[in-house]
């Protein structure tokens, strides 16, 4: 087994969702070969939504780069660079970049890969979750 990993996120393929939001898978089962914490980086651009969402288990959103709001059902929270998120189980998420010009960045982490249904997408349109942009 391997003493560790480094993950370099500007070496990962992105998964484009579609024109306005794209999905590097940068941890995972797939990527560690064991049952680890699953850790996506997204990138939604300037003035748009992500579509939303509802899951069965907990997700934490990161905010790395940006400003816009979550919503958490019909409860709107501004959020910037440097905000982590907790989203329970059962609740309606979505985020709006209210930027006009800046791409909102975020990670998002999730327990296990199954519980995220890009993980799905992304393995029947790629054959697995993680690529290179080298490949």
């Not at 907790?86 to 979505?94: A, E």
């Amino acid at each position: 087994m391997e003493k560790g990993k480094v993950i370099h996120s500007d070496k990962v393929k992105a998964f484009v969702c579609d024109e306005t939001y794209s999905s590097k898978y940068l941890t995972g089962k797939d990527v560690a070969g064991f049952d680890l914490i699953n850790v996506n980086e997204g990138t939604l651009k300037a003035g748009e939504k992500t579509g939303g969402g509802v899951h069965e288990k907990p997700e934490i959103y990161y905010i790395l780069r940006g400003r816009g709001d979550v919503w958490l059902d019909d409860v709107r929270i501004p959020v910037k660079a440097g905000d982590c998120i907790i989203i329970p189980p059962g609740v309606f998420h979505y985020i709006d970049n209210t930027g006009s010009s800046e791409e909102f960045v975020l990670l998002t982490f999730w327990e296990k890969q199954e519980y995220n249904e890009l993980y799905f997408i992304r393995k029947k349109a790629w054959g697995k979750v993680y690529r290179t942009i080298d490949e």
